[in-house]
């Protein structure tokens, strides 16, 4: 597959990191505890910051808990015992329902939600019909299949039965032959490759590529932004930082990722995982701030959950996604 998702970073990123908040190396670390799925789309730069030392050298000391589900994270961060979190499609939900606001993006999922079939009759999309298909609606694989369906002219409401597991439930039951389908993201299609023989990829979220464009992000409730915006811009620092350093050498950031976080997936099988989110350079993520792209598609997707999960009048995406304390730490 041809993912062209490498950007080459612009001219003078290099003084991007000059721009940011300066170290805080003689304060105490201030501790926030981040919520966050273990997908590298998700945690990626999360991961990698925490080894290079980009969030300590912000004066930060992350504490990173593990969810199975990005609905799971954002009930927790509402509930108070979290700070922030770092989830997929799920940042286009909560806060359109005026629980929350997203500060800053991680990347496209580019090709992170994949459709899975071990029913030999299961050819085409339209073979899907009358089949029970497992996922966790609410999150980017049921953005996903939903698109899968509505390309393929199937009503997900009358031509297939979407059931509906925590992710590592959905997973199991594709296993045990449960059921004749699964939206998932990976890394759970290792799982299916381990265990069905004769599973196969139907498709990915690659075929749908712009006009269905799902963004990974950040989020914390507006009270703890408005309270912390220094202690904000010193976390898109560390970030930005261990982003960047993705962007200039992917495969090194994959190699440091699984050989710390992804040990149970096989090198190889891990960076080809990796390339399918499409990053970019923080410099490159400014311009789409800026230029309203990342709204947009922001705005698709929660199109989508208010269509699907009956949101009442959802705040939009130009009002829920705040880009202030981002334009202030990545500078031009």
Known sequence: MNLNRRTVIHAGAAATLSTLAAPALTQTRKKLRVGYLHTPAVDGQLWLGMQMGSFAKQGLDLEPILFSTGLEIFQAMIGGSLDVLTTGAVVSNFPARGQGKVFLLNDIEYGTAQLWVRD???????????????????TTAHVFLDRVLNAAKLDPNKDVQI?????????TSFVSGAVSAAAIWVP????????????????????????AAIMGGWAARSDFIDANKP??????????????????????AAE??????????????????????????????????????????LQQVTDFFARTGNITNPVPAEKYFDTS????????
């Open 163 to 171: 059931v509906n597991q925590r992710m590592p439930d959905a997973v």
């Open 256 to 297: 440091r990722l699984q050989n710390s976080q992804y040990k149970d997936i096989p090198l190889a099988e891990f960076k080809t995982q990796f390339k399918q989110a499409k990053y970019y350079s923080s410099l490159e993520w400014r311009g789409k701030y800026a230029d309203g792209s990342v709204t947009k598609w």
């Open 231 to 252: 202690l904000i811009r010193s976390l898109i620092a560390g970030w930005a930082e261990a982003n960047d350093a993705i962007v200039k050498n992917p495969d090194a």
């Open 325 to 332: 304390a981002f334009m202030e730490t990545i500078k031009a």
């Open 120 to 138: 030999d009759s299961i050819k085409t999309l339209a073979d899907l019909k009358g089949k029970q298909i497992s996922t966790t609606t609410g």
């Open 188 to 211: 759970f299609d290792n799982i299916i490759k381990a265990k069905v023989a004769n599973a196969r990829m139907l498709v990915d979220a690659s075929a749908y590529y712009p006009q």
